[in-house]
């Protein structure tokens, strides 16, 4: 007989949830034979597979060593072993080749960490190859010892939203399962509220907002902003922060938050992103690819507002600073920032 007890980031989920990453190899059929026969329990009970598991809770697995050993992958009999694995590895590498990118800290808490992307990395893996945030995120945690490898077996860290390679900015990640499933609801529930800034071309001189839907093009990785109910709705919400010279700094907020969704917006309406290589007037970007060496859209999620963990009301404003070519690039379009961070 082998045993577990529910730690943290195990808690909180489906028992039958649990058990599925617990034990990879076994098919969903078996496991639920097994708890039918009391082969699997739940502190010394009979267990359905729906149960929330709580910190504490102790499962008992009346299998035969070979067969744990089997189902859950482990490479020695008995109970999985909590040694350094090869993907725990892969992680602190991970960690080792961002730790100098250039990604920050705005905000961490037992839950939740909101990390400052630069502009150039992943926010998850594209292909098998990648080295991501995401990768970056649980090799932080591991180095920091807030996560053990042995816990990667049943919940691994995450970013809970994603920004395009080349879009710096607020990532919001969950560093416990709590931290990811409130990040996850809010998200969902559209009650975090998420600001952008970004310089386009032409003067906007009044707070706009856009409505319309999306087209993919997936052959293309492209969208196009188009009339046709249906589709993809999107609202894009526009405020002039500073207006010189043809060019526009934008405040952004996000009505819906759908891919590509402010850089096809905005170039929908003649008000392309500068740098923007794949929505952006080309005669635009060379001038600042010349004079900057800007080689991407600059656009900069640079405010989150967060509800609190344990639902007191109270949300969390973190701010994440400009790059530092954004500045640069102001400074020499005469587009004041009274409020530049």
Not at 172 to 200: D, M
Not at 209 to 215: A, F, S
Request: hydrophobic share 35%; glycine share 10%.
């Amino acid at each position: 007989m082998q045993s577990v007890t529910i730690e943290k980031n195990q808690a909180g989920q489906r028992l039958d949830k649990f058990l599925r990453k617990f034990m990879p190899l076994a098919g969903t059929g078996f496991l639920y034979k097994m708890l039918r026969k009391k082969n699997i329990t739940l502190n010394g009970k009979r267990a359905e597979g729906g149960e929330i598991l709580s910190v504490g809770d102790n499962l008992s697995f009346f299998f035969s060593p070979e067969t744990f050993a089997k189902m859950t992958g482990s490479s020695t009999l008995g109970m999985p072993s909590l040694q350094e694995t090869p993907s725990a590895q892969a992680y602190h590498q991970a960690y080792r080749v961002l730790r100098d990118s250039g990604i920050s800290i705005l905000y961490e808490d037992n839950d939740i960490l909101v990390a400052n992307k630069p502009a150039g990395i992943l926010s998850q893996k594209a292909a098998a190859t990648d080295c991501s945030l995401n990768e970056w995120l649980i090799g932080y945690l591991l180095q920091k010892g807030c996560l053990s490898p042995g816990e990667l077996r049943t919940f691994r860290p995450s970013v809970c939203n994603r920004l395009d390679r080349n879009t710096s900015g607020i990532v919001l990640c969950g560093k416990s399962l709590a931290g990811s499933q409130h990040l996850g609801r809010c998200i969902r529930e559209k009650h975090i509220r998420k600001i952008y800034r970004t310089i386009c071309a032409g003067e906007i001189s009044r707070e706009i907002t856009l409505r319309g839907y999306l087209e993919k093009d997936c052959t293309n990785n492209r969208v196009r902003v188009c009339g046709k109910a249906g589709l993809n709705y999107i609202e894009t919400i526009c405020r002039p922060l500073a207006v010189s010279g043809g060019f526009t700094l934008l405040e952004v907020n996000l009505i819906t938050g759908k891919t590509h969704q402010i850089r096809a917006h905005l170039a929908s309406i003649g008000h392309p992103l500068i740098g923007d290589t794949k929505y952006g007037d080309e005669r635009v970007n060379r001038y600042f690819r010349g004079k900057f060496n800007l080689q991407y859209q600059l656009l900069h999620a640079n405010r989150a507002e967060i509800p609190d963990l344990a639902d007191t009301g109270k949300r969390n404003i973190v701010l994440a600073p400009y790059p530092p070519i954004f500045p640069e690039i102001m400074d020499e379009l005469g587009l004041d920032d009274s409020d530049r961070r």
